[in-house]
């Protein structure tokens, strides 16, 4: 700890107001792509240690939670790098539920959705659901079901907008098992969304 | 006119034997949002939405999901309620930046 021992007579900041500040955000932040209170605990902690230390080079320039969003979106890639190396997912094994009763079973129309999972007409555009934070609320619920690293993959495949290549490489899986886990997670997400949003919400 | 609706769910139902199934064709939706599809996979991929609203609604859902949760990341990456930091952890972060143990 001696590095911010050195850099804490900083008198710039006020870390105590920092953290009150910022840290329920940053958490929030890191717990929705990690899937995990731990981890998220520690990148946040990363964070703000490495913001102190390089609190000259950002001179206030600019909003100073964009600037810590920065440095987190670092600390979580870092982190997916760390933790892929020391778990690496078998070869094939995908995760994330299959999800076979959504389609008929058996008779004509085998392999054809079953009527009870068949998707409706949501009727929404972007702009419907973007400022309801409820809504964003029922989509990281939906998530919490599936596996962390499908969870994570999706995340940051449609939030983040990574490139396929890139999460394969941040999650060490191969491009074929990287497929597999988007659709599980779409198929997963977008029934629960219509179930616990569409179908019930007030909208 | 009922003679003609019923030939009409006839056609349908068979033309949409032809195709894979709405399994295997969630799964090219996906894979579609990931990468170009061989030409084959496209015209099945287009015939099938063309007469299945189920499949249809599928991929209109799907990129309403992408669309939404980019642009929302775009604005406001994640400012929706949720978990906060544990007081303990908060005391323990503050303690890190503050140079105790």
């Known amino acids: 700890m001696s590095e911010?021992?050195?850099?804490?007579?900083?008198?710039?900041?006020?870390?105590?107001?920092?953290?009150d500040q910022?840290?329920?955000?940053?958490?929030?932040?890191?717990?929705?792509?990690?899937?995990?209170?731990?981890?998220?605990?520690?990148?946040?902690?990363?964070?703000?240690?490495?913001?102190?230390?390089?609190?000259?080079?950002?001179?206030?320039?600019?909003?100073?939670?964009t600037w810590l969003?920065?440095?987190?979106?670092?600390?979580?890639?870092d982190h997916f790098r760390r933790t892929s190396r020391e778990a690496p997912l078998a070869e094939d094994a995908a995760e994330g539920?299959?999800?076979?009763?959504?389609?008929?079973?058996?008779?004509?129309?085998?392999?054809?959705?079953?009527?009870?999972?068949?998707?409706?007409?949501?009727?929404?555009?972007?702009?419907?659901?973007?400022?309801?934070?409820?809504f964003w609320k029922v989509f990281h619920d939906c998530l919490a079901p599936l596996p962390k690293r499908t969870a994570s993959a999706f995340t940051l495949r449609e939030v983040d907008g990574l490139k396929s290549e890139e999460i394969c490489e941040l999650l060490s899986i191969s491009v074929n098992n990287l497929w597999v886990m988007l659709h599980r997670a779409r198929l997963h997400l977008r029934n629960c969304l219509e179930t616990n949003w569409f179908k019930h919400s007030a909208r | 006119m009922k003679t003609y609706h019923n030939l009409k769910q006839k056609m349908r139902a068979w033309f949409i034997h032809q195709l894979p199934p709405c399994e295997a064709i969630v799964e090219k939706i996906s894979q579609s949002m990931e990468q170009k599809l061989t030409l084959r996979e496209r015209i099945d991929l287009k015939l099938h939405l063309w007469i299945c609203a189920w499949c249809h609604w599928y991929f209109?859902?799907?990129?309403?999901?992408?669309?939404?949760?980019?642009?929302?990341?775009?604005?406001?990456?994640?400012?929706?309620?949720?978990?906060?930091?544990?007081?303990?952890v908060r005391e323990r972060i503050k303690r890190q930046l503050t140079g105790g143990n």
């Open chain 1, 97 to 134: 539920p299959v999800h076979e009763e959504f389609f008929q079973r058996s008779g004509q129309w085998i392999g054809h959705w079953d009527g009870a999972h068949a998707p409706t007409d949501w009727q929404a555009t972007p702009s419907d659901l973007i400022e309801r934070n409820d």
């Open chain 1, 22 to 65: 910022h840290g329920d955000y940053l958490f929030r932040f890191a717990v929705f792509r990690l899937r995990d209170r731990t981890a998220a605990e520690d990148v946040v902690q990363e964070t703000f240690l490495a913001a102190l230390r390089s609190y000259e080079k950002f001179a206030g320039r600019g909003s100073e939670r």
């Open chain 1, 69 to 77: 969003v920065g440095i987190l979106k670092h600390k979580i890639i």
């Open chain 2, 60 to 88: 209109n859902d799907l990129n309403l999901i992408r669309d939404a949760a980019s642009s929302k990341t775009a604005s406001d990456p994640y400012p929706v309620s949720g978990p906060t930091l544990s007081a303990a």
């Open chain 1, 4 to 19: 911010a021992q050195v850099e804490s007579s900083n008198p710039a900041v006020d870390c105590a107001t920092w953290v």
